[in-house]
């Protein structure tokens, strides 16, 4: 392989520009953000990765904030940073280049930089779609994302074949190159493979294809390599043990794993932001909710440059009191993100207003806040990201609208069904206290239900709340207390008005329950019914995540006659 550029910039510059990002990173790691956006914006017009790793930088923090200013910013700048990449890039057709550099020819006709310019191009188009995603879960924004992302997707395929020449001869930056690769290969497989299946066979009559492990195992060996891109690997990494798993999943990461990755950046980078928010996440989702606490407080106190990292440990915090039904410091924290972030008003509002419900009598409401009052604002605080509604935002919009009458009747647990739509149940269930104490709250809300005078809402509310408290006696191991209540709600599933999104629910709840006792074949069937048999309800693209993962789950066990 050639190492002048014919024009371009000579190989060694290539290097210095990789040594240039990767100290810009390890400022970024110690928390001196715009040190590191200003050092690479510098160059960010002339050197393809100046701009990729600027690019890449702000896309890290649209995607740890979901503030709406942070995803356009991050967008914009991608699209330029491909443009840079695109100057950089050999002028031939890609398609046509690598049919015969794959075939064993010609294997000068790419120079170092422009086998580079490639890799780096593929992941600005990646990374595009990946904001795409974050902008909105909906399926059919994925599929335009997915398919104007197949470059992307050919030409890590292609790069990846081509190093597997035996012809193939490494530059003198081949690692980062090499970790470019396993970067995409592993994204692209991870994130296909957690796709819906109707998505997915979509997505394979165009060409796409997707291996859960082979994309763990790729990722993995990029985080290993001492590269531009261990780290990037290292994070996706920890975004789907830790989050991806949860929230478009059934709560199945591999923590173990996560510690594992995180350790060496906590023990380099001890007050790094980034690393000690996972580091409280992976103390959450272990079920050490005071120890988890604390790394988020620590997060917070470690730099105080980007505010929008406080944001994001103050929704885990809100989460993390709402475990331990602590409301003051649950709507605390929920009113610190209504004032300070832009993701969602309606949705901290919201949750403001959840957390007062669940005040009791003797309480002092703060600031004399009305949760009626609350939760009628939350419909005027819709906003559009891409033109396009939060899924998280709709479904509090429609559930506060049962408080715009005179005389409303009451959500019975706001937070507790909310955060069932964030998997905080998976959370939970690691403590067997928190898990009782949860399961005695939600018993005294089903006798409040008992006497209550009958309404349109009363079925849809009773419903819920045996949803929730089947998931505490599935943690508590009291199967047949469980089963009973996930049967009950296709049941009753004529009578349900307006949270229709409860049968698909519990048909996965008793799902998961059946593959726990190794019902395999029932749980398949359960699963299949929910996927197919029920459309246009709340949450219904994360529901469909949650099936998909399941069925992974279930098509994985041995068959064992069950």
Request: aromatic content about 12%; overall charge neutral; glycine content about 6%.
């Amino acid at each position: 392989m050639s190492t002048d550029t014919g024009g371009g910039l000579p190989a060694s510059d290539l290097k210095t520009s990789l040594d240039e990002c990767m100290i810009a990173l390890d400022m970024f790691l110690n928390n001196n953000f715009q040190e590191a956006l200003c050092f690479l914006q510098a160059k960010s017009k002339e050197s393809m990765y100046h701009a990729l790793t600027y690019a890449t930088m702000l896309e890290m923090q649209a995607m740890m904030t979901f503030d709406p200013h942070d995803i356009m910013n991050a967008g914009n700048t991608m699209k330029e940073a491909q443009a840079v990449c695109q100057r950089f890039r050999k002028k031939s057709t890609v398609a046509d280049s690598f049919n015969t550099l794959v075939r064993g020819q010609s294997l000068d006709q790419f120079t170092e930089e422009e086998i580079h310019a490639e890799v780096c191009y593929a992941e600005c188009l990646l990374q595009r779609a990946a904001l795409t995603f974050l902008q909105d879960e909906n399926m059919v924004s994925f599929i335009k994302g997915g398919i104007k992302v197949r470059n992307s997707y050919q030409t890590y395929k292609e790069l990846d074949s081509l190093q597997k020449c035996a012809n193939y001869v490494k530059g003198d930056s081949h690692c980062h190159f090499e970790g470019g690769v396993k970067l995409g290969v592993g994204a692209f497989n991870l994130t296909l493979s957690m796709l819906p299946t109707r998505i997915l066979r979509l997505l394979e009559f165009v060409g796409f294809s997707g291996n859960k492990d082979y994309g763990l195992t790729q990722l993995h060996e990029g985080t290993a390599a001492h590269s531009f891109r261990a780290l990037l690997c290292t994070l996706l990494l920890l975004c789907y043990h830790t989050f991806l798993s949860f929230v478009l999943g059934t709560g199945k990461g591999n923590i173990e794993e996560a510690e594992n990755l995180l350790q060496p950046y906590l023990k380099r980078y001890p007050k790094g932001a980034i690393f000690l928010f996972f580091a409280g996440r992976i103390e959450e989702i272990k079920g050490n909710i005071d120890n988890a606490i604390q790394r988020f407080e620590e997060c917070c106190e470690a730099q105080q440059n980007w505010k929008q990292f406080h944001h994001m440990c103050y929704w885990q915090l809100m989460w993390c009191f709402t475990y331990k039904q602590q409301w003051k410091m649950a709507y605390f924290y929920a009113d610190l993100l209504s004032k300070e972030s832009s993701w969602s008003k309606a949705t901290y509002v919201y949750m403001k207003a959840a957390c007062l419900s669940m005040f009791g009598e003797q309480d002092s409401k703060p600031f004399e806040d009305n949760e009626v009052q609350l939760f009628r604002q939350v419909p005027s605080l819709k906003v559009k990201i891409a033109g396009k509604s939060l899924p998280t935002e709709k479904f509090a919009i429609r559930k506060s609208r049962r408080y715009l009458p005179q005389n409303p009747i009451p959500l019975p647990v706001p937070p507790l069904e909310m955060m069932y739509i964030w998997n905080g149940y998976a959370v939970i269930g690691k403590q067997r206290d928190l898990t009782e104490a949860m399961l005695m709250t939600l018993t005294l809300a089903e006798e409040a239900l008992e006497g209550a005078a009958a309404s349109e809402f009363l079925v849809d509310d009773q419903c819920l709340v045996k949803l929730l408290k089947g998931l505490c006696f599935k943690y508590l191991d009291r199967i047949s207390e469980a089963e009973e209540c996930f049967k009950y709600i296709p049941a009753n599933e004529k009578k349900i008005k307006y949270d229709e999104y409860l049968v698909p629910n519990a048909w996965l709840e008793l799902a998961l329950l059946y593959l726990q006792l190794g019902r395999r074949q029932e749980a398949i069937k359960l699963l299949e019914n929910a996927k197919h048999n029920y459309k246009n309800y709340s949450m219904e693209s994360r529901t469909h995540f949650r099936i998909q993962d399941a069925l992974l789950q279930a098509k994985s066990v041995p068959h064992n006659g069950c």
